[in-house]
């Protein structure tokens, strides 16, 4: 009689899609419960309830934070959101368009390349967020141009040498064929060059977005009288733990809500793609 | 009584030559290569791996610079790539963002309009140019019967349908001559014989020059009507290679003749176990 061999997991076995639904919520279940077992456990053994709110009282904070401020008629939850979104469309936009023209001068010109590469390299070794003093200084402390200016300085160079290899690596085969089909040079940076590196763009601004945030919050809790870094540094010397949890729950979720707006934007715009797996 | 003047050669390559650095100085890939190509011919190129075939074909291609010697075409030096030489390479043939239709309407949109302008002007493009280029390309599509898959992506296409549509891309331009680098290298076996005849079949039917680079013996015997053999003196590996056979064969003539078998055998001697000079 054959003994039947157990089925093992190996490596990259696929998953049915609602098998793969139904284990991501039982992660952010399990992550909810466990956090809800240490707010008890920490009311239990007589902590100080400010620091252990409890997913009811987020509820609650989250009903305060997104209620009419009585003096100013605007809800500052919302007014915040709007600040900091718009200055982070701000920075990436500028940002964007510099490593652009940048990086693709730089990937297709050798003489470019050679000039640019390693100043932007250099450049991009600084730790933007040291670079918030020189921007203190230059753009002055009130206003958004600091602020857009250092998530500016933060993303160009490492997104711009990205570009300019993603550039130099399109198949020469492509470009040569190009040409032998009568395209200028003009024509081969717009119809053969930019094609096939717009994928991999996209990737890139994408993953752009996350330390863009960074400036972002980094230079609005410095000196800002609005965003939401402002609003936790409000909730920080008020000692509001639970409005805290809150603005980074929102995120959270702002960031997941914008990851997936560069997922639809790279099936919609390069459906042939190969870079796109099964996420 | 008046001279007639000869109409410039499609191919003139005198005394070229090149070389790559490599550590430690250079290595000679060929010197002093005289060719010449008249008129509407098919020539095989055949030569060991590492002989320098497809080096001669960049050079035609104009995608590298030769080290020495001069390289025409129609009395014009070879400069760049253009539109005059097509090619078709063996990997990476067509562009992987467009469509096997808006693939082979490339050239048609290089030629005849002017970058951005069909994004600038759509309405009257498509009107004007748009539906003739679309046109011509699907006739040149039912030529290689590929016509039901001109709204697919190359990725969708196997192999063999990707090289005709390479072919078709490449003709539709009417070069003066069509190079091909080891072209149906990644193919199986019966793909390969048939896109062998529907080449020669292209050649016949458009004025075109073809110029055919492959490391198979057989292969070059049956499209071409003029052979090219590449291959290094194994006394003097130094040297680079030379032309050591050129001359006019059989086109489409059967493998297992005997014309061929013997002309097989004489190849095998000179070009890829040559005996080495006294």
Redesign the interface.
């Known amino acids: 009689m054959t003994r039947e061999r157990r089925f093992r997991s190996i490596i990259g076995s696929p998953l049915a899609p609602t098998t793969r639904l139904v284990l991501g919520v039982i992660g952010v279940v399990v992550v909810l419960g466990a956090y809800e077992y240490y707010v008890h456990h920490h009311e239990q053994s007589g902590g100080n309830p400010r620091f252990s709110p409890g997913l009811g009282q987020l509820w609650t904070a989250f009903q305060e934070l997104t209620d009419v401020n009585v003096r100013t008629q605007t809800v500052p939850f919302w007014a915040d959101t709007t600040a900091s979104l718009s200055i982070l469309a701000k920075g990436l936009g500028l940002g964007i368009l510099i490593s652009s023209v940048l990086g693709i001068l730089m990937g297709v010109l050798s003489t470019m390349h050679a000039m640019c590469a390693p100043v932007v390299t250099a450049i991009a070794k600084i730790p933007p967020t040291a670079m918030i003093a020189l921007f203190m200084v230059v753009f002055g402390v009130t206003g958004d141009a600091f602020k857009v200016a250092l998530i500016v300085f933060g993303i160009s160079p490492t997104l711009a040498i990205g570009i300019g290899l993603v550039a130099r690596a399109v ?4 470009i ?9 040079t ?2 081969v940076i ?3 060059i930019i ?2 590196i717009i994928p991999q763009v996209i990737e890139m601004i994408r993953l752009a977005v996350g330390p863009a945030w960074i400036y972002l919050i980094a230079a609005e809790y410095i000196n800002s009288s609005e965003g939401i870094g402002h609003g936790i540094v409000l909730s920080q010397r008020m000692v509001r733990l639970d409005h805290i949890l809150v603005y980074l729950i929102w995120l959270a979720i702002l960031g997941t809500a914008i990851d997936a707006g560069f997922h639809l934007l790279s099936r919609l715009v ?1 459906p ?3 870079t796109r797996k099964d996420d | 009584m008046t001279e007639v003047a000869a109409a410039p050669a499609v191919l003139e390559a005198r005394q070229l030559g090149q070389r790559y650095r490599v550590r430690g100085g250079h290595q000679v890939i060929f010197e002093d290569l005289d060719l010449t190509i008249a008129g509407h011919q098919f020539l095989s190129l055949v030569g060991a791996s590492g002989c320098g075939k497809s080096t001669l074909l960049r050079l035609v ?3 590298e610079q030769p080290w020495k010697g001069t390289l025409r075409s129609n009395g014009e030096p070879i400069t ?4 005059t ?3 078709v ?1 063996q ?3 067509l ?4 469509t096997v239709l808006e693939n082979v309407m ?2 048609l949109e ?2 005849q309009t002017y ?2 302008q069909k994004w600038l002007t759509w309405p009257w493009y498509r009107t004007r140019y748009h539906r003739r280029f679309e046109d011509e390309a699907m006739a040149h599509l039912r030529q290689v019967k590929l016509h039901e898959h001109a709204d697919k ?1 190359p ?1 969708q296409l196997s192999g063999g349908m990707q090289q005709r549509v390479a072919i078709a ?2 003709l539709i ?1 009417k ?1 003066r001559i069509l190079l091909m680098d080891e072209p149906f290298g990644a193919l199986d076996a019966d793909t390969r014989e048939a896109l062998q005849r529907s080449i020669v079949r292209a050649f016949h039917d458009q004025q075109t020059t073809v110029f055919f680079v492959t490391h198979d013996l057989e292969e070059a015997l049956h499209v071409g009507n003029r052979l090219l053999v590449l291959a290094k003196d194994p006394a003097r590996p130094a040297a680079g290679s030379r032309i050591v056979i050129d001359q006019a064969i059989t086109q489409s003539a059967p493998i297992d003749g005997k014309e061929t078998q013997e002309l097989l055998a004489h190849i095998r001697r000179a070009g890829f176990a040559p005996e080495p000079e006294a």
């Not at chain 1, 198949?171 to 492509?174: D, G, R, S, W, Y």
């Not at chain 2, 562009?95 to 467009?98: A, E």
């Open positions: 198949p020469k085969n492509t040569v064929k190009a040409y032998s089909l009568g395209a200028s003009p024509d717009v119809k053969v094609p096939q390069a042939w793609s190969s | 291609l104009g995608s760049h790539p253009d539109r030489r097509g090619i390479f990997k990476y043939s562009f992987p963002y467009r490339f050239g290089l030629a970058l951005l992506y990725h891309q490449a331009m070069p």
